[in-house]
DNA sequence: AAGACACGCAACCGCAAACAA
DNA sequence: ATTGTTTGCGGTTGCGTGTCT
């Protein structure tokens, strides 16, 4: 695969006009897209990527629009809080990364796994090869459904025999567009409605973007994983559909 | 100052699942 | 039931940039 950095380059040629572009992103490009899906939303993407006038296939599009023009997308760097937090559900859920970005909001699959392979990985090997240890492989499929391992033992061990699992776990609530309507894109026409006060302060605040991010809580990274039942209620509470993927 | 190297990230590919005709 | 299309996911690649020698 070879990748040459064309953006706003297209050697003229005209049955060039209408080849598919590849590469990277140009602002012009970014901003039609974004204009594109602001205002008319998503049918399919191929149909965005046409209407848009752009020459990009609709998978390009749509994961330049995941993992970049979304406006629910937090831009600061990953925090020690987030690195815990994707450190537990790595071991968990394993290389799912769509399902632990869904649990992470304002973080896009690509972000997390980027940010897996670059750096927690490697730090993790270092570690265990400075043990002299194996690094743990990642979590199977069965390893969730299974007897309670040690993490899941030591998470239940740090965490006080009395403590509950919280009613509501960090609260996601994302209202991007203000007003509804035709100017809602489908892309987020389907945000899950969160019961309570959280659901009420991101309609009231229309236009804002709301996060009750993971580094406001007080619990363990790992006791949000690795106590059994604990994320089903999280997520069953907040997405009653059961479809994070939803949310986007 | 310049070349080599390492790292982070954006974006591609192939595949599978979901959906529509 | 079958076929074609679209979407979503995980793995991988390679460019751009910062750091080191």
Known sequence: ???????????????????????????EEDERLFTQITYHGVSTWSSVA???????????????WMNYLRP???????????EE????LQRSLGNRW????ARMPGRTDN???????SRIRKRLSAAA???????????AEEKVKAEPTNATTAAAAAAPADMPIPARFPVFACQVFGGGGESTPSTTSSTQQNSGEE???SVADSDMIHFLSFDDLDYPADFLVDVPGAMDAWESELYPANSMSSLY
């Open 1 to 27: 695969m070879v990748r040459k950095p064309s953006h706003g380059d297209d050697s003229g040629a005209a049955k060039e006009a209408n080849k598919e572009r590849k590469g990277l992103w140009s602002p």
């Open 85 to 88: 937090i994707i450190i537990s």
């Open 111 to 117: 972000e997390i796994k980027n940010y897996w392979n």
């Open 98 to 101: 769509s399902t632990i970005a």
């Open 129 to 139: 090869a400075a043990a002299g240890t194996e690094p743990a492989p990642p979590a």
């Open 199 to 201: 659901s009420e302060a």
């Open 50 to 64: 046409q209407l848009a006038g752009l020459r990009r296939s609709g998978k390009s599009c749509r994961l330049r």
């Open 72 to 82: 629910d997308l937090k831009k600061e760097p990953i925090s020690k809080r987030e």
